[in-house]
């Protein structure tokens, strides 16, 4: 079967002229104790073959790491550090076992990162080279997912639930029931991103976008609304509106909705600091069972100090949350 062509489409490149299918040894120097790596190429080393025949120089400080070599300990005494005492030979026997005998104590060079690192940091790969694995290690790989697949991960989707959440309660109460009708006319029944045609008593069809996400604490406005089909809604959710809308169609959007343009294009989030946060905290605060409180707590927290909120805490709340 040949090879699909690699299409490179994340933009991560991997470095030219690493073997990456080559496994390496790491030690650390008896001497100087500093980590040295050596390229053992693709076939594992025999420890016994090892012990008989490696002949590792330390890069920093030199020392020679072979049977012949005598010991630097100092906390032993002269004789055991001598390379023809029995102590000194099985000293180097289990140095070159630790080092070869075990696949898990290999190490491999990531041909994205370029750092050398431990098998256990490459995911499992059948039948390339003799560790069996990826050539990129976990990090890089995840990087890679991410911009492959960027389905979230299910913290991410606990975090952003979590604070879609909070932004609702901020902004129960500020938000407006949108008229579907009038909606409608305003969007002339077409999806405003893809202008697909839209039933309006299709209801699992079409979605009401928050222009402005409450996630940035934005209630949910007729200004701020925009018709938009469930796909491209989806496509939509938190995201600011200039990260998702073109250029024309802010400006059509604006022109549309009286959304402010300067606020909708500006390239990065714009936080709603107008909302009444003492009165957010409350509502987050009414829970019903007790034991939730401490949880609630520790949330509305979070989100005030990743929303750098905390200055507009009356001093009470600052108190009962326990900022300083
Ligand atoms: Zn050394
Ligand atoms: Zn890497």
Not at 51 to 58: F, G, P, S
Not at 86 to 111: D, M, V
Not at 213 to 233: E, G
Not at 264 to 293: A, F
């Amino acid at each position: 079967m040949t090879r699909r062509k690699t299409v490179n489409i994340t933009g991560i490149t991997r470095v030219e002229g690493i073997p990456y299918h080559d496994a390496w040894v790491a030690y650390k120097c008896v001497k100087c104790m500093k980590m040295n790596y050596v390229i053992v190429g693709q076939i594992l080393l025999d420890p016994k073959e090892a012990i008989e025949k490696c002949v590792w120089k330390c890069e920093y400080c030199r020392f020679i790491h072979s049977k012949e070599s005598d010991l630097p300990f100092e906390n032993w005494l002269d004789e055991y550090n001598d390379s023809e005492s029995t102590p000194a030979l099985r000293f180097w026997e289990g140095f070159f076992r630790i080092a070869t005998e075990h696949p898990a104590s290999y190490w491999k060079q990531c041909n994205v990162c370029l750092r050398v690192l431990p098998f256990s940091a490459f995911s499992k790969h059948s039948k390339w080279g003799p560790l069996e694995k990826q050539m990129e290690c976990r990090s890089c790989k995840g990087a890679i997912n991410a911009v492959l697949n960027p389905r979230r991960t299910k913290e991410q989707m606990h975090e952003s639930s979590v604070r879609r959440r909070i932004a609702d309660l901020f902004l129960e109460g500020e938000n407006q029931t949108i008229d579907f009708q009038e909606l409608f006319e305003r969007f002339s029944r077409r999806c405003f991103k893809t202008k697909t045609p839209l039933d309006i008593n299709k209801r699992e069809t079409w979605a009401i976008d928050h222009i402005l996400p409450s996630k940035f604490l934005y209630p949910l406005t007729f200004n701020n609304a925009a018709l938009l089909s469930k796909s491209a809604n989806e496509n939509k959710r938190d995201k600011w509106p200039s990260k998702f809308y073109t250029n024309n169609e802010l400006i059509e959007l604006a022109r549309i909705t009286g959304a402010n343009l300067a606020v909708i294009s500006s390239p990065n989030p714009i936080m709603n600091l107008s909302i009444d946060i003492n009165r957010g905290v409350e509502r987050y605060l009414q829970v019903r069972e007790k034991s939730d409180l401490p949880k609630r707590i520790i949330e509305i927290k979070k989100i005030i100090q990743v929303y750098d909120l905390v200055a507009g805490l009356s001093n009470e709340n600052k108190t009962l949350l326990g900022f300083p």
